[in-house]
């Protein structure tokens, strides 16, 4: 399966397509949007798009870890990790899509 990346322009481009506003729009739209859900996760709070998934931060505690190479055990700093979770209508498409395609996409 090809893997393929869906850059900013990409969206903004759709954004103008479906929406009718100018590429300049679009894109200014996509980026506003973009900040929005940014700013609101580095405040901490959950974001929830309908039909699409919710995105929320967590806090992860110190641990202890292993460098792979050597084996030494090093400290893992607490930090906190971007959690995505998808809703049930996209795992639904994502698993009807994989079942209908046999080739795959590029």
Do not use: C, H, W
Not at 47 to 71: C, D, E, L, M, Y
Request: proline fraction near 4%; charge should be positive.
């Amino acid at each position: 399966m090809a893997e393929r990346t869906i850059t900013r322009a990409q969206l903004g481009e759709a954004v103008y397509q479906e929406v009718g506003l100018s590429r300049n729009e679009s894109a200014d739209l996509l980026e506003a949007v973009l900040e929005e859900i940014a700013q609101a996760l580095a405040d901490g709070e959950t974001v929830k798009i309908s039909s699409f998934g919710s995105f929320s931060v967590r806090a992860k505690g110190q641990r202890i870890g292993r460098n792979p190479k050597t084996g030494e055990e090093v400290p893992i700093l607490p930090r906190r990790v971007l959690v995505f979770r998808p809703s049930q209508l996209l795992k639904k498409r994502i698993n009807d899509g994989a079942s209908g395609e046999a080739g795959g996409k590029a």
